[in-house]
């Protein structure tokens, strides 16, 4: 076992197993803060802001939704891991936070050693989207392509879940390309519909109005089912591909060593607002699958994307920038 393997483990462990005896009792009784660790605006702060409200309901106390953006999202993830490990503050996290641990070999704080896991409360595949341009249909011609012709494939910047999917199915496949990084998925976006990159693995919620409008074209998704907003689209595992997958989440975690009893509140209360109807109709419209776990689910997720995307990185000997 890996020594970063070892300490996930522990964090996970020590996330679930720190109890305070009766420390959930009239929890919240004051303000909770979630910190959104990207600039407002976007999916992502949509779902945090949602959830601040929903639990501010819930609990009929203030939750104090706050965007605390910078260095790929990790000031406002260094900012919950140093916060007490009380429970009152909340971050809305990302899977590539997770992934950063084995990315950078200088950050404020240790993704795997100094959060404690919540809740998933979501998930969502990548769709392969290719120009018009590009003389490819299926996923076959695509890789027989792209072995022909020079490929320049976009991403939202290195070591980001666009660009280890791609690295993930090049080895899986032998898909040639030439990696062009960008700083988001934005630009990324505009430069691949405008049609100075080819190719690009993207995230559904930002693929989706250029694929309706015909600007991209759709060529296989990354989950092992087919994904709600594309059901015509095959997913790669279903293209010849079998097992393979890729793809983002969110989850919400708070700092190490909150007592038990409140991880179990939280992670019960987050999986309420999972559940409620309207939550799962606004998920569906964004194209993504509503999940709700356990904390102790969390964790073991947390690990295995730890350990998947630690081999791809080495493979691919990728360093951040």
């Known amino acids: 076992m890996t020594s970063r393997r070892k300490v996930l483990t522990l964090a996970c462990l020590a996330a679930m197993a720190h109890a305070v005896p009766a420390a ?4 919240p009784d004051k303000p909770v803060k979630l910190i959104i660790p990207y600039a407002p605006g976007g999916p992502t702060n949509l ?42 503050t909340l971050l809305l ?9 084995s990315l950078y070999d200088k ?21 392969l989207v290719v120009n018009p341009s590009v003389p490819a249909n299926t996923l076959a011609e695509l890789i027989a392509l792209s072995k022909k012709t020079n490929l320049g494939l976009a991403s939202a910047g290195t070591g980001s879940s666009t660009h280890l999917a791609a690295e ?11 990696h062009v990084p960008y700083k988001g998925a934005g630009p990324a976006t505009s430069d691949l519909v405008a049609g100075h990159a080819q190719m690009m693995f993207n995230d559904v919620v930002s693929a989706m109005p250029f694929v309706r409008s ?24 279903e293209s010849g591909f079998p097992g393979f997958e890729a793809g983002s989440w ?17 992670s019960a209360d987050i999986n309420t607002v999972v559940q409620q109807e309207d939550t799962r109709a606004r998920f569906a419209e964004l194209g993504v699958e509503p999940l709700g776990t356990s904390a102790e689910q969390l964790g073991k997720i947390m690990q295995s994307d730890f350990e998947k995307w630690t081999r791809v990185i080495r493979a691919g000997n990728i360093k951040s920038e």
Do not use: C
């Open 24 to 27: 959930a009792q009239g929890f």
């Open 47 to 88: 779902v945090g802001r949602m959830f601040g409200q929903k639990l501010s309901q819930m609990w009929n106390q203030t939750v104090v939704v706050e965007n605390l953006p910078g260095a790929s999202g990790h000031i406002g993830a260094a900012a919950v891991a140093k916060a007490p490990p009380d429970g009152y």
């Open 93 to 101: 996290m990302a899977n590539a936070h997770v992934v950063s641990a």
């Open 107 to 127: 950050l404020p704080y240790d993704p795997v050693r100094d959060l404690g896991p919540l809740s998933q409360i979501l998930q969502y595949p990548l769709v």
């Open 168 to 178: 993930l199915f090049r080895t899986a496949s032998g898909l040639a390309f030439a």
């Open 214 to 237: 015909g600007r991209l074209r759709a060529i296989a998704t990354t989950g092992l089912k087919r994904a709600s907003v594309l059901p015509n689209v095959p997913t790669i595992s």
């Open 250 to 266: 969110l989850a919400i975690v708070g700092p190490a060593g909150m007592p038990s009893d409140v991880v179990r509140k939280l």
